[in-house]
Nanobody, 117 residues
Framework: QVPLVESGGGLVQAGGSLRLSCAVS????????MGWYRQAPGKQRELVAD???????NYADSVKGRFTISRDTAKNTVYLQMSSLKSEDTAVYYC???????????WGKGTLVTVSS
């Protein structure tokens, strides 16, 4: 299992910003999509945003206009810039890397984002 190293979570006040990073520590054959999911207490894990190898992006409606996903292909790193944070953004955020060719999903261990109101 290739580790995904996440960083950037923490405590922030409502209206503030945070930037999450996820670096692929190792080699993954033919990455198709890199993205971020989140899971709030008592809720199912949901897609926040993802970005394809062709730099097409997809966002959950709840974060459109506030979050921006980007990737650095050379560094095999994906970022999630979160702005105008709300208390409902509080969750554990998980990095995901998907290789369609290999048929494999990779997951990070998660990083906690807490937004205080």
């Amino acid at each position: 299992q290739v580790p995904l190293v996440e960083s950037g979570g923490g405590l922030v006040q409502a209206g503030g910003s945070l930037r999450l990073s996820c670096a692929v520590s190792g080699s993954i054959f033919s990455i198709s999509t890199m993205g971020w999911y989140r899971q709030a207490p008592g809720k199912q894990r949901e897609l926040v945003a993802d970005i394809t190898s062709g730099d097409n992006t997809n966002y959950a409606d709840s974060v459109k206009g506030r979050f921006t996903i980007s990737r650095d292909t050379a560094k095999n790193t994906v970022y999630l810039q979160m702005s105008s944070l709300k208390s409902e953004d509080t969750a554990v955020y998980y990095c995901n890397v998907y290789s369609k060719l290999a048929g494999v999903d990779y997951w990070g261990k998660g990083t906690l984002v807490t937004v205080s109101s």
